[in-house]
């Protein structure tokens, strides 16, 4: 697949009066064209000032960022501008002009670049039916909801006819539903008009909803990329693991039996009761410790941390038992006290 978008040894120090912060430390990543990325972490962890850094509105400390190969660092300031207008970006306020009709916030950006203003609002329109939203041509960012706002700053995002989408938390002011429909907007984007994505949160499940590949982000540092499956399936970096599996970092201390096991089930196993029938066949009960199942690319992926005897040969025949039925297992330390 084509490359995209390359990242090379990225850094970025913030100089305070006081103090310095490493907010970026030697990030590498290749985004390829036409794939739904998502770069994922905890508050604080880098993410937001990695994806400014992709269209140079802040310029790294150290390193090198590729747009088709173009070296952003190399381009005068009006060659760097003309490639911003392919790399566009919407956010978790919308930041709609709120004195400007929807209309008018969707034709901004086209007179910026230029367009008349009988083409631009001939755009803006089309983008409008895009994204649901024609009836609302004429209202004002204040009489719109969340998410209807959020599909107008799309719709302005679209305008000049990116190539890439830049999306910095953009459903993290909406409820799940209105999330759901966003992210599928996103998609229907994505797949009519083949453009690359690279979508920053902090939540596991928008990855899950739509993104094709991954990155964890961890104080400041790369912690583990992949295909979103592969991660959900196999988080190998502890940050991986606590996104994966949604724990808060507390252990169970009350439960008695050290050991535990994560299971990943897919869609050919999610309909065999394998735990019930493991259960029988090794005559001893296990401890569900959680359970969730999830959508990844539309096919069904379940996880299962169970607490397993503590004797150990009951626990070995359990742990071949599941192995034999072709599922993931996966030996947790320290999962409980």
Excluded at 93 to 122: W, Y
Excluded at 163 to 190: G, R
Excluded at 303 to 323: G, S
């Amino acid at each position: 697949m084509e490359t995209i978008i390359q990242v090379k040894d990225v850094t970025k120090t913030f100089v305070g009066k006081d103090n310095q912060v490493e907010a970026l430390k030697g990030i590498n990543l290749d985004i390829h064209k036409g794939e739904i990325y998502g770069i994922i972490g905890m508050s604080g962890a880098g993410k937001s000032t990695l994806v400014r850094c992709l269209n140079f509105l802040e310029r790294p400390t150290t390193g090198t960022v590729l747009i088709e190969g173009k070296d952003l660092a190399s381009l005068k300031e009006g060659e760097l501008r003309k490639t911003r207008t392919e790399i566009a970006m919407i956010f978790q306020h919308f930041n709609l002009l709120m004195q400007r009709t929807v209309l008018d916030n969707i034709c901004f950006p086209l007179e910026i670049t230029g367009s008349s203003k009988r083409d631009a609002r001939k755009r803006a329109k089309e983008l409008l039916e895009i994204v649901g939203l024609s009836e609302k041509a004429k209202a004002y960012p204040a009489q719109l909801s969340g998410g209807q706002k959020q599909r107008v700053a799309i719709a302005r995002a679209l305008a000049n006819n990116p190539k890439i989408l830049l999306c910095d938390e953009a459903t993290s002011a909406l409820d799940p539903t209105t999330t759901k429909s966003i992210l599928a907007l996103l998609k229907e984007i994505n797949e009519k008009y083949g453009i690359t994505i690279v979508i920053i949160t902090h939540e596991m499940a928008v990855v899950q909803e739509i993104c094709t590949h991954v990155a964890i982000i961890d104080s400041g540092s790369l912690a583990e990329t992949g295909t979103v499956e592969e991660v959900f399936s196999r988080p190998k970096s502890d940050a991986a693991k606590k996104l994966v599996f949604q724990g808060d970092g507390n252990r169970y201390e009350e439960m008695q039996g050290k050991r535990c096991i994560r299971i990943v089930f897919k869609s050919n196993s999610s309909f065999e009761p394998v735990i019930a029938n493991m259960v029988l066949a090794c005559k001893a009960p296990v401890n569900i410790l959680l359970a969730d199942t999830k959508d990844i690319g539309g096919v069904a992926h379940g996880q299962m941390i169970l607490q397993l005897p503590e004797e150990t040969v009951v626990a070995e025949k359990m742990i071949q038992y599941l192995k034999e039925r072709n599922l993931e297992v996966e030996e947790l330390k320290n999962y409980v006290g």
